[in-house]
């Protein structure tokens, strides 16, 4: 694979790093250095799961907006376990948590982790003021790389 780098967005990381990982003191740089790995070998850690876009809304779907499933400490995934595989259940707010980044559309090694959505992750992605909200960030850092 080749190069990767990944910054948090300045606009959200207070309230959507800081303030969700508040209990899981360096949770963001830890999250912040395993991403990078992730990009540069392909080999997701263990707090890492499927990776897939979003597709709702429409905004979130034309800014190519991601998400990562993701274990909070202590928990972890499997490590036998299939990337794609390995999800957080819904039903369970607090094992229910996605890592929400973008991908810069000319500088393709660039990523921009915009939000941690915890607890009930799939419930925070179905609020689409939030969703529209991570949509512009997205398409503004893409635009910029």
């Not at 990767?4 to 209990?23: G, N």
């Not at 990776?51 to 036998?80: G, Q, R, S, T």
């Not at 559309?105 to 992605?125: I, K, M, N, S, T």
């Amino acid at each position: 694979m080749s190069r990767a780098s990944a910054i948090f967005h300045p606009e959200s990381y207070r309230e959507l790093f800081l303030d969700v990982l508040k209990d899981y003191p360096g949770l963001d740089t830890a999250l912040l250095n395993d991403f990078v790995t992730y990009k540069q070998t392909g080999i997701p850690s263990d707090r890492f799961g499927r990776d897939a876009p979003y597709v709702w809304p429409a905004a979130a779907f034309n800014a190519n907006l991601m998400h990562i499933h993701l274990k909070l400490p202590p928990e972890k995934f499997p490590k036998n376990l299939p990337q794609i595989d390995r999800v957080c259940r819904r039903g369970a707010p607090e094992k229910d948590a996605a890592l929400v980044y973008v991908r810069g559309e000319l500088e393709e090694h660039r990523y921009c982790l915009l939000a941690v959505l915890y607890p009930d992750g799939h419930a925070r992605a179905r609020e689409e003021k939030l969703m529209r909200y991570l949509a512009r960030l997205a398409q503004k850092f893409r635009g910029e790389n």
